[in-house]
């Protein structure tokens, strides 16, 4: 089911941050959502994983099981990263694929420290590998690659593309080259969608 | 740095001692202040009287007794009180006036209520409650929202919840209450012994050498107290840490 949001408005105060917006994000495919800083990109995105409601409007289709990158990592500080991304996922995910996975975006000799020891890209890494490996139907990603040098972009771009499998996945960022490189649909706020 | 540090503390109970022992030689009259020496020599002396360790044994029951139940309850109340705010409310004046009351006007009344046996367990659990309580409900609205959010779209089980997020995020408001409340429970349980006056506890040796001004008495007695309050402070803070150190590791 395509995920839709329509008329959707919301203020925090006196200040209107979405004000009227609608869009379709299409089932099982990417939509990333681009446009200017405070735009209303996060507060979407916020509206729809639920932490949000908005003043007016609807939103349909979300499905029950969900899973994201936030824009802050909100990684467990005392815990490494098998264990932080153990948390989210179900039995049927074992330690060896966890590590396999952390180890396949550069985590390899880091992943017995706690994350608060891990440098800023690294607990990126972490956050991404914990959304893409919870059981959920649509993924969202708030800027993902923020802070990740070029290289480890790249190789986490591709990490990302190789393992959303079939789901719905929304993405917010700044980067037209991300854009490129990841494809799929583009919605520019406040404006029009374009397929690319 | 840290050996510097042990080595400057060390001087400084030795200066301690000889500033006593000298006070004791110059006053030159043990029944106001006894030597350090002669502390010594009555606790080796103590060590071998019969009854001795059911003295200790009656005594550490019952403050600890008090002490974990306290943190039992305190973490509880807590927990509920973090969870509605108007238990929080209903707890205030409660937990306000166990601060504010001086502990002897406790005793006092709860010699009333209790017996005099049982006395340390409820007066060392009334002082630490709300040394607990208050730490546990700061700990518990200190948690991160944001963690909090992130457990719940990812749909973590409250098992899951309590471990990896609410458990480390406590962690300092424990150590902190446990570490300030241990010393308080054995404070408050020997002095609602002393006011009790039960059968066998230290209380009671604290109380007869009031009684025949025996300060060698009171000093080794006292002596004793410090080292089991920080015996079981060092042991218990060290228990906690394995058990948050295995609870991380699992």
């Known amino acids: 089911m395509d995920i839709i949001v329509s008329e959707v408005s919301k203020s925090f105060g006196s200040n209107p941050v979405l004000d009227r917006f609608s869009a379709v994000f299409p089932e099982n495919e990417l939509t990333i959502i681009m446009g200017p800083s405070g735009c209303g990109k996060t507060t979407l995105l916020n509206i729809l994983m639920g932490f949000v409601s908005p003043d007016s409007g ?17 990684l467990c500080e005392s815990f490494n990263a098998v264990s932080n991304v153990r948390l989210v996922c179900s039995r049927k995910v074992d330690k060896n694929t966890i590590i396999a996975h952390l180890e396949r975006i550069g985590l390899k ?19 991404i590998v914990r959304a893409v490996l919870a059981e959920s139907d649509v993924l969202f990603l708030d800027e993902p690659f923020k802070g990740l040098d070029y290289e480890t972009k790249k190789a986490v771009m591709q990490y990302l593309k190789d393992n959303m499998g079939k789901r719905t996945a929304i993405m917010v960022t700044h980067d037209m080259d991300e854009v490129r490189a990841l494809g799929g649909k583009l919605i520019t706020m406040p404006g029009e969608s374009v397929s690319l | 740095m840290s050996d510097k540090r042990n080595m400057e503390k060390a001087a400084a109970i030795v200066f301690a001692l000889v500033v006593w022992q000298a006070g004791a030689m110059l006053l030159n009259n043990p029944l106001l202040l006894v030597t350090p020496v002669a502390v010594v020599r009555r606790l080796f002396s103590l060590l071998t009287e019969p009854d001795f360790f059911s003295t200790v044994v009656f005594s550490f029951v019952r403050i600890v007794s008090g002490f974990f139940l306290a943190l039992a309850s305190g973490s509880l109340l807590a927990v509920i009180a973090g969870r509605f705010r108007p238990v929080e409310t209903l707890l205030w004046p409660f937990m306000t006036a166990i601060k504010s009351v001086p502990v002897a006007s406790f005793i006092i009344l709860c010699l009333i209520w209790l017996s005099s046996k049982n006395l340390s367990v409820f007066i060392s659990f009334l002082m630490v409650l709300p040394i607990v309580y208050t730490n546990m409900l700061q700990g518990i609205k200190s948690t991160d929202a944001k963690l909090l959010e992130m457990a719940w779209l990812f749909r973590v089980s409250w098992i899951k919840k309590l471990k990896y997020i609410h458990i480390p995020q406590l ?12 010393g308080l429970a054995w404070k408050s349980g020997i002095a609602a012994e002393v006011i009790g006056i039960p059968d066998g506890s230290i209380g009671e040796k604290l109380y007869e050498a009031k009684v025949y001004l025996s300060s060698g008495d009171l000093f080794a007695w006292t002596v004793i107290i410090i080292s089991l309050s920080i015996a079981f402070e060092k042991l218990f803070l060290f228990m906690l840490k394995k058990l948050f150190a295995g609870l991380e590791g699992a």
């Not at chain 1, 609807?58 to 909100?74: I, L, N, T, Y």
């Open chain 2, 171 to 182: 962690k300092p408001f424990i150590f902190s209450a446990c570490s300030v409340s241990i």
């Open chain 1, 109 to 127: 000799g880091s992943l017995s420290k706690p994350v608060s020891e891990l440098s800023g890209g690294m607990r990126r890494r972490v956050a």
């Open chain 1, 58 to 74: 609807s939103v349909s289709g979300v499905p029950e099981h969900k899973s994201a990158v936030f824009q802050e990592d909100r």
